[in-house]
């Protein structure tokens, strides 16, 4: 890489900042696989023989902030408790990834910060820019959905367990406010301490 800057003689500070960022988010992508598959080999041979059957390897990729990762993993045979068989990846239970399909939980929860402030195109023009990664608009488009339906069923699950009375935690309210057009009110004043 360097050999090929010191070719071309002529280059701007840009153009060298680029082809860096670049190179970095490559190398970052084979540093990830490398990690991934060396932790997925050792839970692999540690793990519960009899409880996970190996069913082999399979090839997948994640979308992250430097760019794809493409990488190989075990799956495994399981019984679940209510007898039933299902398929299971370790790696992904042990390393808690929490994909957004195959996006990144960083990944998008940078595009959900940029599309609170911009349109989808300009979401995907600054995530393309400034990430190792492509996308378009309706990419984004697709992401936020999908984390509106995660939301959703998080709440959904929070009402449920509220109707029958298992809600977690204590609430305590020393001080109560009011947003009015923006503008945050204090409801409490010497004649109303409570």
């Known amino acids: 890489m360097m050999q090929s800057i010191v ?29 991934l598959e060396s932790y997925d080999t050792e839970l692999s041979e540690t793990r519960d023989k009899k409880k996970y059957r190996s069913k082999g390897k399979r090839k997948t990729s994640i ?31 042990a390393m808690q990834m929490k994909k957004i399909g195959l996006i990144s939980t960083n990944l998008a929860e940078k595009l959900a910060m940029t599309v609170t402030e911009s349109p989808y195109r300009v979401t995907a023009d600054v995530i393309s820019s400034t990430c190792g990664q492509d996308i378009s608009a309706g990419g ?11 939301i959703c069923e998080e709440e959904e699950h929070s009402v449920k367990q509220m109707n029958a009375d298992q809600t977690e935690g204590e609430r305590k309210t020393p001080v109560l406010f009011e947003e009015m057009d923006g503008v945050w ?10």
């Open 7 to 35: 070719e071309e003689k002529r280059i701007s500070f840009k153009e060298l900042e680029q082809k860096i960022f670049r190179y970095v988010c490559e190398l970052g992508c084979e540093i990830t696989r490398t990690m």
């Open 63 to 93: 979308k992250t902030v430097y760019g794809t990762v493409e990488y190989q993993r075990n799956v495994y045979q399981t019984v679940l408790e209510g007898g039933e068989e299902a398929y299971v990846y370790l790696l992904d239970e």
């Open 140 to 150: 984004v488009w697709n992401v936020v959905q999908r984390l509106g339906e995660r």
């Open 185 to 194: 009110l204090n409801m409490q004043d010497k004649h109303h301490k409570k």
